[in-house]
């Protein structure tokens, strides 16, 4: 392993632990004296899957393009996360005969992908296996996902209000995981290209050593918000899976 | 470098130190700066301007948290927007915590995230309660409920003349010349509580629901001591006066020998009462509570009582109270209770647990200067109200009452506004 495996790989050490110990913090439950008229596991139930809908949210469906641009982003940085911690724990992960390097892929599905047969039958695709089909798609998907981030960091700087309410951690979380999301569809884009592993690697490890000091830890907090939310309206008999048939 | 404080701030900061929890961590937290819980809050909605953002109302208090709980706060404070607690920012602090919130929790729900905003405004006004920077004329009106045991001041002697003189309205609407008002009775079932506007400003009230627990023949009383249901120390986050206004009513119960306490028509009384007094008195309650909203439901469904609902022709509509629904669960009981009643009852847009507050909640009744905002983030009531064409808002709280009442006539609305009881009473 190269050093900047080695840097990525202590960065997500740094990042897990801190962010451990965050949560650590979160989990010690908060005494409620009151009856309850419903119950936490319900109410949790209801606000980790209905209450999530965007036809139960104004910040979705008051803000549609927004709301779509969020979920597009965020599920490009979960598979672009996936994508670099694979990458780094197997040095040859999408690499295939056709880009002209040794093919070992560990991953038993893309062993196989390579094994059946081409789907392309001439032009620029000839020769492709599923290999560089799948780092196509990804790559395309990140650098859609890249723009949805632009695009509200664009938001961000050019709506006096969400400017107002933001501070330079908003900016730079915003700009560093965008970064990432470029980087990681070079990397899938431009394999043969010497730069772009280390370029995805370096961004990566600046975002897990940034993670734990910026607004970018609040998918910890996420889930604890959905969580307390739940408890709270839960046991008040607000948020129930029963109330919502019969309303 | 940290500024210096004063032993008033370092109170404060002590006190968001011993507050920090799982549950306050979180939301503390959480806020990713989206921006998009504006549309959500009636403040934002009327005028549109950064402050009246919920997530700017959560951001005065975790931007002082991040001063003095977060590395990169207390290092690099300008980075995470991480601030000082310092005259500004208390000055800030005021006028967004009490003057640009009900706390009536509808921006929570449609959160991107889930952050309880309410819940840090509630903080961040008990950070001020802790430097005595609560507004004046709110916490004059704590001041009267912890000394004289009832927020409006009203003597012992007023009460009792106000209720001898409802008692002839009672046995008018009776029939029965023995039919009273029991107030102080030992040995009853059930100890009413009430909002000290009703014996002040609509006594009506307390005769309507003595009409129901008449033909309910309940077992119950008032006491002419402690009687307030509403407990504004919640609102100012006074928690030691907020305790102590619960523990009297518990008390009072205990000492007519009432194993219920019926929680009066009043959102935030009930829901701090209900919810909020356990936590403040760190045990179970020893009694019973239910909302009169509830026991008026359960009395028609047993057939205690039976409202005839061609006596009201009228078009009605129900008003949520955000303490009661959205923050207390009781949703479906009011309307039951006025489909029971009325012939014509339609919802307003939107209702239940996303219902608009009426702009009166949080406090702002009891802070006059608010008033201006106040009735114009009424205007959003008002305008569903018109919309559904009625001729009656149903509403089961007092503060509603009020609030109604003034956007009835700011908004030209010409429509009559009643409680529960009122309607109940109406169609018995
Ligand atoms: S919607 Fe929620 S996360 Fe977004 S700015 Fe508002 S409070 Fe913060
Ligand atoms: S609690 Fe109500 S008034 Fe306060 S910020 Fe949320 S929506 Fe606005």
Redesign the interface.
């Known amino acids: 392993m190269s050093f900047y495996h080695w840097l990525l790989l202590a960065s997500i050490i740094f990042c897990f632990i801190a962010c451990l110990c965050w949560f650590l913090k979160l989990i010690k439950p908060v005494k409620d004296y009151a009856e309850p008229a419903g119950t936490v596991k319900d109410g949790v139930l209801y606000s980790s899957t209905v209450a999530m809908l965007p036809n139960h949210k104004e910040s979705a469906y008051l803000h549609f393009p927004t709301y779509i641009a969020g979920i597009i982003f965020h599920i490009g940085i979960l598979t672009a996360i996936v994508l670099v911690i694979l990458q780094m724990i197997f040095p040859h992960f999408m690499h295939s005969a056709a880009l002209g390097k040794n093919y070992e892929s560990e991953i038993g599905l893309l062993n196989i992908a390579h094994e059946m047969k081409t789907i392309g039958n001439g032009g620029v695709f000839a020769g492709w296996t599923y290999v560089e089909w799948l780092r196509l798609v990804f790559g395309i998907g990140l650098l859609i996902s890249a723009c949805c981030g632009l695009g509200m960091l664009v938001k961000r700087f050019t709506n006096s209000e969400l400017k107002q309410l933001s501070n330079p951690d908003d900016f730079i979380s915003s700009s560093l995981v965008t970064l990432f999301l470029i980087a990681s569809a070079c990397a899938m884009l431009f394999p043969l290209c010497a730069f772009s592993k280390p370029f995805v690697f370096v961004v990566a490890t600046i975002m897990f050593c940034y993670m734990p000091f910026g607004k970018l830890r609040h998918f910890i907090y996420f889930f604890s918000a959905r969580y307390q939310l739940g408890a709270f309206f839960g046991r008040r008999g607000t948020w129930s899976m029963k109330k919502q048939k019969n309303n | 470098m940290m500024t210096d404080i004063t032993d008033k701030q370092n109170k404060a900061l002590n006190f968001l130190d011993s507050r920090l929890?799982?549950?306050l961590?979180?939301?503390l937290?959480?806020?990713?700066?989206?921006?998009?819980?504006?549309?959500?809050c009636q403040y934002y909605i009327t005028e549109?301007?950064?402050k009246n953002?919920p997530?700017?109302k959560v951001?005065i208090v975790a931007s002082i948290y991040r001063r003095y709980h977060?590395?990169?706060g207390k290092h690099f404070p300008?980075?995470?927007?991480a601030r000082d607690l310092n005259d500004q920012t208390t000055e800030e602090m005021i006028d967004d915590l009490f003057g640009r919130c009900t706390m009536c929790g509808r921006c929570?729900?449609?959160?991107?995230?889930?952050?309880?905003i309410p819940f840090v405004v509630r903080t961040g006004r008990m950070m001020l309660q802790q430097m005595d920077l609560v507004p004046k004329s709110i916490q004059s009106t704590v001041d009267a409920a912890l000394n004289t045991g009832n927020n409006m001041a009203i003597p012992t002697q007023d009460f009792v003349d106000t209720i001898n003189w409802l008692n002839e309205d009672l046995q008018f609407e009776v029939n029965d010349d023995e039919a009273t008002i029991p107030l102080n009775v030992h040995g009853v079932k059930m100890l009413y509580t009430l909002n000290p506007r009703e014996p002040k400003f609509f006594p009506l009230s307390i005769s309507a629901i003595a009409k129901v627990f008449y033909l309910a023949k309940e077992s119950w009383t008032i006491s002419t001591e402690f009687y307030d249901i509403t407990n504004y120390a919640y609102f100012v986050g006074d928690e030691e006066g907020a305790r102590v206004i619960t523990e009297r009513l518990i008390n009072e119960a205990l000492k007519f020998g009432a194993d219920t306490l019926i929680l009066g028509e009043c959102g935030h009384g009930s829901r701090a009462m209900?919810?909020?007094?356990?936590?403040w008195?760190?045990?179970?309650?020893p009694v019973k509570t239910i909302t009169a909203v509830e026991l008026i439901a359960n009395y028609i469904r047993e057939g205690r009582i039976k409202p005839d609902k061609s006596k009201i022709t009228d078009r009605v509509t129900i008003h949520d109270p955000c303490n009661l629904?959205?923050?207390?669960?009781i949703?479906?009981e009011q309307r039951y209770i006025v489909n029971q009643c009325c012939s014509d009852f339609v919802e307003m847009t939107p209702h239940?647990?996303d219902n608009f507050c009426c702009g009166g909640g949080g406090g702002q009744l009891a802070m006059s200067e608010y008033n201006d905002r106040r009735m114009r983030i009424g205007k959003i009531k008002a305008d569903q109200i018109r919309a559904t064409g009625a001729k009656i808002v149903v509403t089961p709280c007092h503060n509603c009452v009020d609030q109604l009442s003034s956007l009835n006539v700011e908004y030209n609305l010409g429509v009559t506004i009643k409680t529960i009881a009122e309607i109940v009473a109406d169609a018995l």
């Open positions: 929890n799982a549950k961590l979180t939301h937290n959480s806020c990713v700066h989206c921006g998009l819980c504006g549309t959500s549109k301007n950064s953002m997530a700017s951001d977060t590395f990169a300008k980075l995470t927007g929570v729900a449609h959160c991107s995230i889930g952050v309880d209900r919810w909020e007094g356990p936590n008195m760190k045990a179970k309650y629904v959205r923050n207390g669960g949703i479906d239940g647990v």
